[in-house]
């Protein structure tokens, strides 16, 4: 009795665990929902909810006895232009709360199916926490917001999809909900064809007849509306803004980005179109005969994305259900994919690809290149591969005493031996940059007279508390470099070269050579940098450059012009004000310390103990920082070295190292023995 009471101790603390991660995460949904309400109906009117208005304000295409596509405004099919007619006025009462709190009971009750058609089997944790988890997602998601924004319908056809698939019994129910859906969003036509190959023939004939029969009554309402839609425009192209706008996410809105007009344009767009949707179909078919109907699905949507005249960013939650396909063996490499694709529809591709000229077409065709991906190409694992319950575990380095108690507090987040995804990380590492530049940029009021006062203000009291320390050598620095050219000639360079060359090659190295150690200095160099943006956002900070009576030269940015409200002529593009700490000294100072730990020869060290030397003279003689910035950038360094030991103890090698000694220890004894 004794036994089972304590073994059923483990069982019950993880099950309050599990309730407790279930109550929070629930709690995380509800208050990105009351977030995307606020953020619609705080906006005042005329600027929300603009595709509604135009559909049933006083000079709504709704209202009028012409015909619903005079305006382009309205972008649905002839058939929900039927359906929402006799709903005007209701609609206009319901203008606010009401649509807005409907469209989240959409969301949510999607969320909800989402995560009951996840392949089984399923763990405990799975099946409790997957619900809010999707639900959350939804309300991150890119077209989700953009839906809530415009006041679009766009989470209908997805959620009669998945009740059709998952909820309603009975073929031709199933059916019934499949083309309604296609009779508002007529790409979903693609859904019968598996449903044949599927084996339910009945529901996919009754999709068919479904769209059918409401396309036909559409036309007999309203036969100059629909002649307009399905001949004029092509099923929708043309209307509610240019085809080769980049949100159009489809083929031909590509094609026309690649400035393809014309017969090619069309001929490519239809092989292109037809080559997608027979291998897409083939996948989804064999994933749906392997027990993974939501895979099916998603890669159905994913397929009408693509060959869709025109693709609108609220009508792109396809790509989101991508997210429950398995790809990789290896458990590094199995969040590649859900993360790509968390990222991909929840950011702007702004965020996600540097601003490059080269780079242009592919993030302008970001989120069709991931539907097309998983469509055709993404090798989703088999529920019959050994590797989709349980894939390769990661090494970890054993735990070992820390020098104080209770260290790492967070144990579960073990030292991995094994090299990281080289694509997650690079993906997560532009993602971190990105969110950091936008992060800084907005850390102060730096473009408007306040914030400038402030950072001024910052300024001499950093310079006070150097005259009292006598170390307020920026001024004589300055003006010393400033007439030897040479000398002024390298620190421009320097600082203008190094800041970013020095930590992107230490990174590469380690993750090439050493990949035990790169996980601890990238954990320690995360930290650092996330301390900063605190330091930027509580004391913005002028930097001696931008300070008017000190007399500092610009040597980098050139002369500045003090009588201008604007004189910090690159704060519309970086905060120039992101002063204390300095990341320039700080991230040269992490690259010093990282390379004198780990580098093998005693001269390797001292050069790379140099580049933080050389650094701090730098931004000192070019006057963009305080000698005290310097120290606050060390501070942030330390205390990241210092949180990656907290939290997760020794660095791996020197784990490993020690546990290796232990073992040669132990084979000596028994050797002695």
């Known amino acids: 009795m004794a036994n089972v009471e304590h073994s059923g101790r483990p069982t019950e603390a993880f099950g309050a665990r599990l309730r407790a991660a279930w109550l929070a995460l629930w709690a995380v949904a509800a208050i990105l929902a009351v977030r995307q309400v606020a953020a619609v109906l705080t906006t005042p009117s005329g600027e929300r909810l603009t595709d509604l208005e135009t559909w049933v304000g006083d000079e709504g295409v709704l209202h009028v006895k012409g015909s619903l596509y005079d305006s382009t405004q309205f972008t649905g ?45 399923v763990s405990r ?30 989470v209908i056809p997805v959620l009669l999809v998945l009740l059709g698939c998952f909820v309603v019994r009975g073929e031709r129910a ?36 479904t769209f059918a029969a409401c396309t036909v009554l559409a036309w007999a309402a309203m036969p100059h509306d629909s002649h307009t839609y399905w001949v004029h ?38 092989l292109l179109g037809a080559t997608v949707t027979v291998l897409a179909l083939r996948r989804a078919v064999r994933y749906a005969h392997d027990g993974q109907l939501l895979l099916a699905v998603a890669l159905t949507g994913c397929a ?19 997210v429950v396909g398995r790809v990789g063996k290896r458990a590094s490499d199995r969040y590649v994919w859900p993360v790509a694709v968390v990222l991909v529809t929840t950011l702007p ?28 190409a993404v090798p989703f694992l088999s529920r019959t591969s050994p590797h989709y319950q349980i894939p390769v575990p990661a090494e970890h380095a054993p735990q070992l005493p820390a020098r104080f108690r209770n260290i790492p507090l967070l144990p579960f987040l073990r030292r991995v031996l094994t090299r990281p995804n080289l694509l997650l990380e690079l993906l997560l590492l532009r993602v971190t940059y990105a969110a950091y530049q936008q992060v800084r940029l907005a850390a102060t009021g730096g473009s408007n007279s306040a914030g400038r006062a402030t ?4 300024g001499h009291l950093v310079l006070d508390v150097e005259r009292f320390l006598h170390i307020d050598i920026e001024h004589a620095v300055n003006h010393t470099v400033v007439r030897i050219g040479w000398l002024r000639d390298f620190f421009d360079f ?53 300070m008017p009576t000190l007399g500092v030269i610009d040597t980098v940015h050139g002369v500045q012009d003090f009588s201008q409200p604007d004189y910090g002529t690159l704060t519309a593009l970086t905060n120039q004000y992101a002063a204390m700490p300095s990341l320039h000294f700080g991230w040269s100072l992490w690259c010093g310390v990282v390379i004198a730990v780990i580098a093998p020869k005693w001269w390797m060290k001292a050069l790379g103990l140099l580049h933080p030397f050389f650094t701090v003279s730098a931004i000192v003689a070019t006057g963009n920082h305080w000698v005290l910035d310097a120290v606050g950038g060390a501070a942030v360094v330390g205390a990241g070295f210092g949180l990656s030991y907290l939290f997760q103890g020794p660095r791996a090698r020197v784990v490993a190292r020690a546990a290796a000694q232990d073992s040669r220890e132990a084979v000596k004894e028994a050797a002695a023995g």
């Open 77 to 121: 099919t002839p058939f929900a232009g039927l359906v929402l007619k006799p709903l005007t006025r209701a609609a206009e009462a319901a203008l606010g709360w009401g649509w807005t709190f409907g469209t989240l009971l959409l969301v949510g009750a999607l969320g909800l199916v989402a995560a009951r058609a996840l392949p089984q089997p």
């Open 125 to 154: 944790r799975t099946s409790l926490l997957a619900a809010p988890v999707a639900v959350s997602l939804l309300m991150l998601s890119l077209p989700v917001r953009n839906t809530l924004w415009l006041g679009q319908t766009s």
């Open 174 to 209: 199933s059916g019934l909900c499949m083309g309604l859906a296609a009779a508002l969003q007529p790409t979903v036509l693609l859904f019968a064809p598996l449903l044949w190959f599927t084996g339910r023939r009945k529901a996919a004939l009754t999709t068919a007849g």
């Open 233 to 270: 425009h092509m099923a929708g192209a043309g209307l509610g803004g240019e085809a080769d706008d980049l949100a159009n996410q489809s083929l031909h809105g590509a094609l026309l980005r690649l400035d393809l007009t014309g017969p090619l344009e069309v001929v490519l767009f239809l």
């Open 304 to 322: 009408a994305v693509a060959v869709s005249p025109t693709t609108w960013q609220h009508q792109l939650l396809w790509v989101l259900l991508a």
């Open 349 to 376: 591709a702004q965020m996600m690809l540097p601003h490059m000229p080269v780079m242009y077409p592919l993030r302008d065709n970001l989120v069709l290149l991931a539907a097309l991906a998983a469509a055709t």
């Open 455 to 458: 950072a001024e203000h910052h």
């Open 494 to 546: 320097y600082y203008e070269s190094f800041h970013f060359v020095v930590p992107l090659t230490v990174l590469g190295v380690l993750y090439w050579r050493r990949p035990v150690d790169y996980r601890w200095a990238r954990a320690s160099l995360g930290f650092a940098t996330l301390l900063a943006l605190v330091g930027f956002w509580l004391f913005p900070l002028a930097p001696p450059r931008l």
